[in-house]
């Protein structure tokens, strides 16, 4: 008996009278309390549960796991179908076949199953009038194929600066190769695709495509140099990237450690200043080219891609010393040169 029918006769009216009022929200908001709330006087939201037999229930799931397994199977066709489409197809089937099972996800390592898959993609194959055999470079036109893209790879390797067609036609007329203009057409777009996969890029190296973003080898910030001096270059090169610069210029410094009567370093390796000949008439000014050699480094252009642009230049201006009769030409144009044309040709700035 409550205590509200305990002191009143008219208790259980009371207590009936104020069952009716419902609360506006839970008192407080711990979880069992919003529960406690929701079973008295919150409607139920949820669906009536389905009452199914086991036979049904297990029927359901197999048509669930069969429909995931089709649209899996039809994403793995259409990347197929996508490769196959391209100009130059290169794989075999199956090698397309696990190419997209690759790119889906898919781990099958049974090969009971990985033949039903390539079955199922073969089927839309020909359901859809594709011959991927026909698209598909001929095992006779692929080891000429392969033979002149080496060629051009390594052309582009040694930094030629060349058109790709007219690399292209220059190894053809080197070899006596003779080809028709769809094979020319899938022959071009073969050595673009091998290109790419071997991080050649063309465009830039040929002049095709000036504009291009700065490459990942771009040198992290290293420790700038704490000088003590009145200011003096404090905290604005690098002190390794410093020794570099001058190692590229002039030379290392011969070191011999220990007592030893042979230098470690090796003094013998071209440098800057080693290209000037005798009747040379450009100076060599350690302080005109410091600054672009340093930049360069910065950027991530190599050594030898900077001497050897540098011997190319020094021969340009004592040519031009020569033409106006100069006695001394001095390197400020050289060193103007040197920085445009590296990140020109190499670094495709």
Partial sequence: MSLITALSPFGANIQGALGDLCPLSPLGNRPEDVQ?????????????????????????????????????????????LKYAETDCPVKTFNEVVDWGMKKTGLNYKSSRTKAELRAHVKEEFKNRGVDYNERRLSAKARPLFLLIANFVASHYEKHGNRKLEDVIAWVIEKKGYQFSEEE??????????????????????????????????IRKKNKE????????????????????????LKGRVPWYPFGQKTSRNDPNWVTCKSLHYDNCKVLFSEKALFRPVYELLELGAKVKDIVCEYGILLHKHHGLAVDTEFSVWQPTGLAKELKANVCQKYLGL
């Avoid at 790419?196 to 465009?203: A, F, G, V």
């Avoid at 003590?228 to 410093?242: D, E, F, I, M, S």
Wanted: net charge positive; charged share 30%.
């Fill in 36 to 80: 406690a709330w929701n079973k008295v006087y919150a409607e139920d939201q949820k669906p009536p549960k389905e009452d199914l037999s086991w036979e049904e229930r297990r029927d359901r799931y197999n048509a669930k796991i069969v429909q995931e397994k089709t649209n899996k199977w039809q994403w793995v066709t259409n990347m197929a």
């Fill in 225 to 248: 140099i704490s000088s003590k001096t009145a200011g003096r270059g404090k905290g604005k090169y690098a002190p390794n990237l410093v020794k570099a610069v001058f190692a590229i």
């Fill in 184 to 217: 020319m057409a899938k022959l071009l777009c073969y050595v673009k695709y091998l290109l790419e996969r071997i991080s050649i890029d063309w465009e830039v190296l040929s002049g095709v495509k000036l504009q291009k973003s700065l490459p990942l080898c």
